[in-house]
């Protein structure tokens, strides 16, 4: 069974900087694209950052210039630095993957718990 683990939310003044990171454990047999996305209550989950396998971005427009996404393919891991954080970009925060435990099984979404970001003062 595929586990999705966050690390690093927390509360952050505004134009501070928080660093979230993800891991996927258990028995992969390959992850594909790797992303986070947030949610505040009330709204839809949306997509903040995605990178794939090989190394190609994409970003939300909001975020663009502020938040990098990194992964470490040999760990499994996907990072979501977050500078110059605003009040805006408080929500829940959940990494994702693509990915499947067999060669011959088809690819599924595996999600984290979610991880909590408070930007204020």
């Known amino acids: 069974q595929v586990r999705m683990v966050e690390s690093g939310g927390g509360l952050v003044q505004p134009g501070g900087s928080l660093r979230l990171s993800c891991v996927a454990s258990g028995s992969l047999f390959r992850l594909n694209t790797m992303g986070w996305y947030r949610q505040v209550p009330g709204n839809q989950r949306e997509l903040v950052a995605a990178i794939t396998s090989g190394g190609n971005t994409n970003y939300a427009d909001s975020v663009k210039g502020r938040f990098t996404i990194s992964r470490d393919n040999a760990g499994n891991t996907v990072y979501l630095q977050m500078n110059s954080l605003k009040p805006e970009d408080t929500a829940v925060y959940y990494c994702?993957?693509?990915?499947?435990?067999?060669?011959?099984?088809?690819?599924?979404?595996?999600w984290g718990q979610g991880t909590q970001v408070t930007v204020s003062s």
């Open positions: 994702t993957a693509a990915g499947k435990e067999r060669s011959w099984l088809p690819l599924r979404d595996y």
